[in-house]
């Protein structure tokens, strides 16, 4: 998971590509063992509401082994999927 700097705390003297990022999983001792209740605290750590609807479809994919998946989903639960 990755959560972009808003634009508005970007700085062209930033000395690393990763000071665009608020947080990266990448950056975690274990960045590929965490489940989405530990994803979940992060979000509200940073204040960031998600609809229900993503992590139940991420559920989903995982149950399905579906991997680049493209979804967008709404803030009152509905979401559309988009082919490649």
Known sequence: MVILK???LLD???LVDDDDYLYSNLHERDPLGKDLDYYRQ??????????ESMFNE?????????G????????????SERTM
Do not use: K, M, Y
């Open 42 to 51: 992060v979000l509200n750590h940073f204040g960031i509401s998600i609809p």
């Open 6 to 8: 808003p634009v508005e």
């Open 68 to 79: 680049n998946r493209l979804v967008t989903h709404q803030a009152d639960g509905t979401f």
């Open 58 to 66: 991420v559920e989903r994919d995982r149950f399905n082994n579906v």
């Open 12 to 14: 062209e003297s930033q």
